[in-house]
């Protein structure tokens, strides 16, 4: 396990929005795909994935319904909606220019100033 | 579309909460065995895998907070959290419990009772179209007819031919109508199939209202079955016999017959065909207590009024009001609101100068010019009943929201002391995590359960309170325009009330808990902590009751006017004997009578009610002693020349024989009426001290004789003595009423023959039949009784009956009574300031008893250390009672000022007393102060009987 970052304020909801985009995912399974994908290298914090959960499917960006586990267990998986795909759309777009922004100014040299 | 999203999922959380904690704890759990799980494959064993996944995984409990929190739910738990905690306290405590809401149903139910007849009488709109367009000529609140005087203007009056030509042409209002000043009572019969009137059956009698064509349409009103009047029914003087219903007439008489439009009835024994039936909640324009029954077009005026046609050019006759409907421009314009009121004046000045014709003296012209027809705004309708009881209610109103504050003060005192009290159960809570937001909530919850609780208790008490208020107000009428029933208005009112009470004594007790430090509460006993709080602590239960007596001193001082007032317009010489006295009215018209039949009927009617037992002597007259209505005229005396424009007014009254020995008036001079003044003897009439004085100021008005200026009664009378000066009307008038009295007995029963051929009146003018003269009737008769007067009544009406069943007896009352109609409003302000301000001057006691024990209470250390260390009885009991005396006078201090301030501004509603009398305040003062000793000086006591070992030992 390679060191790990710790989670930018806000920026749960998005990964949990991109992790259920490529699939129907169970909260346990939700953890793991993140966890996955960043190379092991984030860790969300246990206390905060839950409430998220429930937030984004309040908000009408997720939808749950019970299905079967892997291990054939039931289990609740969510998945996103209409909205969440618009949502995580923009979340994406608007994250892509905040990071290139935010790298160009840290670019700078001196003489370009 | 997102909000909806989460309502919908809100709702859900909200309806579905049990399945859904359990998905979520499953779901939960789930999650702690897929971590095991992974930990089994890794090569943890089972058991010490479930371990670690648990402590990985963390609290459960805490998890599902979070998540309430996340979906917005938590505010809510805790919410119905500390409702069923603050049901709990507040059941644990059920005597401070009774009093509060016993205090707050009382309070919040008198504003709420006040506050349901201010909103019937004064906030109301009519139910009609733009009620806000509506605006009535003059002063329309009082009716009648008034005629061969100059009236220098028109006045709320207009005569026939005037209102005909403004409905015509309404300038630049929407539109003008009329209507009878007055309505009075018409017999209701129905009609039989064929036609003929049942005249077995018993007639109703129902006041109707005399109205323009165009009324109901410029009114803006519109029917619940059939129709209205319309112009066409108005066209012709003595055509149209139309009538509208009213929905209680039609409800209570006609049991709502659903055909009734197109059918007749008989109003004083005419058909008139029913064209419509108004809605419930419509009584006209004018608003009268007995609201109005029926509508008929002023072209009826002959059959529904029973006298002479007043529809005639220049009659002279001033009987109707006029209202308009303002352009919508106006409404909102001012400019354009002064061109409507400039056109109005302009019109009545021109009616003025074509009434009096001729060339005019340049100072009349000057007069006319002068003339002015205010416009007054009509949308709450017209209303006698605003106008007298309108000042009391805004009184009462200011009363008992003043009880109100006093009551507030004391639950503010309460739940101070208790929150001293739960100061460490406070503090427990704030050591264990509580956030003082939370405290603060769980106070204003508690305290908005006691207001709302008492509100609504209030509620139920008002119903029954205004129950009480309209029967005082209806003086005997069974059916009247207020209805204690609360509609949305009055609900919404003390819904708003309660929440504001709640706050108010909330507010303080609550911001005091949440002051309450932690640590340094648990570390002290209870007793200690109570006292530690200091002078900052003692200083609002201080201020409160300071307050307390300030206000009560003004309810007091308020209440102490009112009852002088009511005590001095009672006390006052009226000039005739106040007891023994019977009245009744009687209507001989509506029974049939012509006026040649009076003298007959008059004489047996004395004949058998002098026959009576315990009846020492028995007068008819035109109106009683004290009356509301008055008959009267200018008089023209011969041989005197009055000044231009010298007010020759006087009162009228017909009277039979032994009408002063009856009424108890006595004579100055002269002689009374005898059996002597008959028909046939010599016209004589007899005049009040005001009257002789103003005339004869001599004195050599006995001999001399006075013409009455109607021609149906003109005379000349020969004044054969003077009577004493009565008040004969409302008891606040100071002013001195000139009053002539001729006998019954002596009025021809036929009009002279020459004023029937003067107009050209509806009626055929023919020379040859002999008019009528209405003016024979008596509608008053007066029994002087030997014993109580209330026995007799019953022998009354078995006497008149004898003499003719039909003859109507409209209302029986003794000469009280018949006073205490003209002083309902003083009575009704002056009993309940009384009672108000002794529930405050209660409340206040129970403060102050309240604050001074828990003094002593809170005290108890120190007394007890003052008793070891040996101070005397006398000087523990100063203490104490030092202190409320310092509170009582910096309450007096601040009272007196105030009330002095307050009290002028009811300087109009009293009688016979400043509004700084002496007595009142001085009277008033004393109350409160031993009040004061009173709460003050059982706490004292106790103080006294503190037992040092044991105060020293308690903590």
């Known amino acids: ?69 892997d291990n054939k267990r039931k289990a609740k998986f969510y998945r996103l909606t209409a909205a969440g795909r618009r949502q995580l759309q923009s979340e994406t777009e608007k994250w892509n220019r905040m990071t290139s922004l935010i790298a160009s100014i840290l670019r700078t040299t001196p003489e370009e100033v | 579309m997102k909000f909806f999203a989460r309502l919908r999922s809100w709702l859900k959380w909200i ?82 419990t009774a009093i509060a809401l016993l205090s707050l149903a009382l309070g919040i139910g008198g504003n709420t009772a006040i506050f349901t007849l201010i909103n019937q009488v004064m906030l109301r709109n009519l139910p009609v179209r733009n009620p806000e367009q509506l605006v009535a000529f003059g002063d329309s609140i009082f009716g009648g007819v008034a005629g061969g005087i100059d009236l220098g203007g028109f006045g709320g009056y207009f005569p026939w031919d005037f209102t005909r030509s403004m409905q015509t042409d309404p300038g630049p209002f929407q539109g003008i109508a009329a209507y009878g000043s007055f309505s009075n009572k018409v017999s209701i019969r129905p009609v039989a199939a064929g036609g003929t009137t049942d005249a077995s059956s018993p007639a109703i009698l129902a006041p109707a209202n005399l109205v323009s064509g165009n009324y109901f349409s410029v ?148 007069g006319i010019s002068r003339v002015n027809v205010p416009l007054v705004p009509a949308a709450h309708g017209v209303s006698l009943i605003r106008s007298q009881y309108g000042e009391s209610l805004k009184i009462l109103m200011i009363v008992v929201g003043l009880v109100l504050l006093i009551a507030c003060a004391n639950l503010a005192n309460f739940l101070l002391a208790r929150a001293a009290t739960r100061k460490r159960e406070i503090a427990t809570r704030l050591a264990l995590g ?84 932690a640590a340094r509460n648990l570390s002290v006993g209870t007793r200690t902590a109570q006292s530690s709080g200091g002078k900052s602590a003692r200083f609002w239960p201080k201020t409160l009751v300071t307050a307390q007596v300030m206000l009560s001193l003004l309810l007091l001082v308020g209440s102490g006017l009112f009852l002088r007032t009511l005590r001095n317009l009672q006390n006052q010489d009226y000039g005739f004997e106040r007891s023994h006295l019977l009245i009744a009215e009687v209507n001989e018209k509506l029974a049939g009578y012509k006026p040649s039949q009076t003298a007959g009927l008059h004489q047996i009617l004395v004949e058998r009610l002098s026959a009576l037992p315990g009846v020492r002597s028995v007068a008819l007259s035109a109106t009683p002693p004290i009356s509301g209505g008055t008959w009267s005229s200018s008089v023209t005396i011969p041989g005197y020349t009055p000044a231009p424009n010298e007010n020759r007014h006087s009162v009228l009254n017909r009277v039979s024989g032994r009408y002063f020995e009856t009424a108890g008036i006595s004579m100055v001079a ?89 107009g050209a009146n509806g009626v055929a003018a023919n020379t040859a039949v002999r008019r009528e003269n209405q003016d024979c009737f008596a509608y008053t008769i007066l029994l002087r009784t030997a014993g109580d007067p209330a026995y007799t009544i019953a022998d009354l009406r078995a006497a008149v009956t004898s003499v003719d069943p039909n003859l109507p007896l409209v209302r029986i009352t003794t000469i009280q009574d018949q006073m205490s109609n003209f002083m309902t409003h003083d009575e009704l302000i002056s009993s309940l300031t009384s009672l108000f301000s002794l529930l405050a001057l ?12 828990y003094n002593v ?22 203490m104490i009672l030092g202190e409320s005396l310092v509170l009582l006078a910096v309450g007096v201090g601040l009272g007196l000022p105030l009330t002095l301030l307050t009290t002028r501004y009811i300087k109009d509603q009293l009688f016979g007393l400043s ?41």
């Open chain 2, 434 to 517: 509580s956030s003082r937001a939370r405290i603060v909530r769980q106070s204003l919850i508690e305290t908005l359960l006691l207001s709302l609780t008492g509100g609504a208790l209030g509620l139920g008490i008002a119903f029954a309170a205004t129950r009480v208020l309209i029967s005082v107000v209806s003086q005997g009428n069974s059916y009247i325009a207020m209805d204690p029933a609360p509609d949305a208005t009055v609900a919404l009112f003390t819904l708003g009330l309660s929440l504001l009470t709640g706050i108010l004594f909330g507010l303080a007790p609550a911001l005091a808990a949440a002051r309450t430090g």
């Open chain 2, 857 to 878: 209470v809170r005290r108890t250390n120190e007394i007890g250390i003052r008793i070891a260390l040996g101070a005397q009885t006398p000087a523990v009991q100063w």
């Open chain 2, 219 to 366: 009114l803006g009103a519109q029917p619940l079955l059939g129709r209205t009047i319309q112009p066409s029914d108005d066209a012709t003087p003595g055509e149209g016999a139309v009538t509208v219903l009213s929905y209680h007439l039609w409800q209570q008489s006609l049991s709502s017959d659903p055909h009734i439009v197109g059918k007749s009835i008989a109003i004083n024994g005419t058909p008139f065909e029913v064209v419509g039936v108004m809605p419930q909640g419509f009584l006209g324009i004018k608003q009268e207590l007995e609201p109005t029954e029926l509508w008929t077009p002023i072209s009826m005026q002959t059959v529904v009024l029973q006298q002479p046609s007043m529809l005639t050019a220049h009659s002279g006759l001033y009987f109707l009001h006029l209202f308009g409907r303002l352009s919508a421009q106006a409404t909102s314009n001012k400019a354009e609101l002064a061109r409507s009121q400039n056109w109005l004046n302009q019109q009545a000045r021109n009616g003025i100068r074509e009434r009096e014709g001729g060339t005019l003296s340049a100072d009349r012209q000057l």
């Open chain 2, 670 to 758: 002269g002689r009374p009426f005898n059996d002597a003044d008959s028909a046939n003897s010599q016209k004589v009439a007899i005049i009040n001290q005001t009257l002789a004085s103003h005339f004869f100021p001599k004195g050599d008005a006995v001999g001399r004789s006075i013409i009455i200026d109607i021609d149906s009664v003109k005379g000349p009378w020969q004044i054969v003595g003077i009577a004493r000066d009565t008040k004969s009307g409302n008891p606040r008038d100071v002013d001195r009423v000139a009053m002539t009295y001729i006998p019954l007995a002596q009025i021809d029963p036929y009009l002279p023959a020459d004023s029937s051929a003067a």
């Open chain 1, 1 to 69: 396990m390679g060191k790990q970052i710790d989670l930018l304020q806000g920026t749960l909801d998005m990964l949990i929005l991109k992790a259920v985009s490529l699939g129907p995912l169970h909260g346990y399974g939700v953890l793991l795909r993140i966890q996955q994908i960043s190379g092991e290298q984030l860790e969300i914090q246990q206390g905060s994935l839950y409430p998220a959960l429930y937030r984004l499917e309040h908000q009408g960006l997720i939808a749950s319904e019970w299905g079967e586990s």
């Open chain 2, 15 to 96: 309806v579905k909460r049990t399945p859904l904690e359990t998905a979520m704890e499953a779901e939960l759990r789930f999650h702690v065995e897929s971590i095991a799980e992974d930990l089994v494959h890794s090569g943890v064993p089972p058991q010490e895998a479930m371990r670690r996944a648990r402590l990985q995984f963390g609290g459960m409990e805490s998890h599902k907070n979070a998540i309430r929190a996340s979906l917005g739910l938590r505010l809510r738990d805790e919410l119905s959290m500390d409702l069923r905690y603050s049901i709990r306290m507040l059941a644990k405590s059920p005597s401070f």
């Open chain 2, 842 to 853: 209660l409340l206040a006691a129970i403060g102050l008893y309240g604050v001074m024990s």
């Open chain 2, 915 to 955: 509004s700084l009398d002496l007595v009142t305040f001085t009277v008033a003062l004393v109350v409160v102060s031993m009040m004061t000793l009173f709460a003050a000086w059982l706490p004292a006591r106790r103080a006294t009987k503190v037992d040092p070992m044991v105060a020293l030992r308690c903590d």
